[in-house]
T-cell receptor, first 115, second 114 residues
């Protein structure tokens, strides 16, 4: 049973560019959350998608947007990249309504470097 | 917004020693979680706590949910080399329309000298 799959694993972009990160949730999961983890910090919640809609958003600017597809996979888009956007981006999948201890499975992340 | 303060930030211990780390919050959480993150990987759940005062064990790991719902600790007994990594506490929130999110601490980096 595959867990959460994220692609690409590493990415280097230039300031001002746009980037798209992808996530395939664990089988049986219908909800995808995205987190940003800066170096030496804990993950920070970006937003959560369920039924192809953004359900909740953290304290991130509109440059961060997302999408969820009918097969539950998700994309994270970041426009007008800044140096400060350099981080590990984690995708976590879960099943809406399940208790949290069974709910969250994290992917290995995408390491984004903005130069 | 919610913040979790985790301490210590780093620990350097000898193999076989016990480890203790804790997490405090300015907000109340209904569920506390402890995760471990290895280099190049995402966080992996170690223990989940649901009730104030709850004490839960998972092998050599023991965690407790504070009575006030604003703190938690994690103990690791008889540390072994594979315990090396970064440990995170996280508070779980259920939001509007059933959405959920985790609020993470800053992490405790554990290093073990053989």
């Amino acid at each position: 049973d595959a867990g959460v799959t994220q692609s690409p694993t590493h990415l280097i972009k230039t300031r001002g560019q746009q980037v798209t990160l992808r996530c395939s949730p664990k089988s049986g999961h219908d909800t995808v959350s995205w987190y940003q983890q800066a170096l030496g910090q804990g993950p920070q919640f970006i937003f959560q998608y369920y039924e192809e809609e953004e359900r909740q958003r953290g304290n991130f600017p509109d440059r961060f947007s997302g999408h969820q597809f009918p097969n539950y996979s998700s994309e994270l888009n970041v426009n007008a990249l800044l140096l400060g956007d350099s981080a590990l981006y984690l995708c976590a999948s879960s099943e809406m309504g399940r208790r949290s201890n069974y709910g969250y499975t994290f992917g290995s992340g995408t390491r984004l470097t903005v130069v | 917004g919610q913040q979790l303060n985790q301490s210590p930030q780093s620990m350097f211990i000898q193999e076989g020693e016990d480890v203790s780390m804790n997490c405090t919050s300015s907000s109340i959480f209904n569920t506390w979680l402890w995760y471990k993150q290895d280099p190049g990987e995402g966080p992996v759940l170690l223990i989940a706590l649901y009730k104030a005062g709850e004490l839960t064990s998972n092998g050599r790991l023991t965690a407790q949910f504070g009575i006030t719902r604003k703190d938690s600790f994690l103990n690791i007994s008889a540390s072994i080399p594979s315990d090396v990594g970064i440990y995170f506490c996280a508070g779980h929130l259920i939001l509007l329309q059933g959405a959920q999110k985790l609020v993470f601490g800053q992490g405790t980096r554990l290093t073990i000298n053989p």
